[in-house]
């Protein structure tokens, strides 16, 4: 179980970093550009969340990854 915990934990990190990846590099956005902003809300909920989950372990990428997300949303 733990196993299979793990290998979601990895995916879910996975996935948002590709969030952050793809549009952190756009200046100006499309209407379904912006709407994929939401996700990125949603990713850093996601990231937030298993860092708490994880801060036991000394599992520094999922803050690098919320700090950088935060400041692609301007709320760090």
Known sequence: M????DKLNERI?????????KYSKIDKMTDEQSGIMGGLYQSLNIVANEYLINNKNDNPKYREL??????LLKIA
Request: glycine share 0%; proline share 0%.
């Open 2 to 5: 733990i196993d299979l915990y």
């Open 13 to 21: 990190y996975e996935n948002c970093k590709m969030y952050y990846n």
């Open 66 to 71: 919320l700090n950088n997300i935060e400041k």
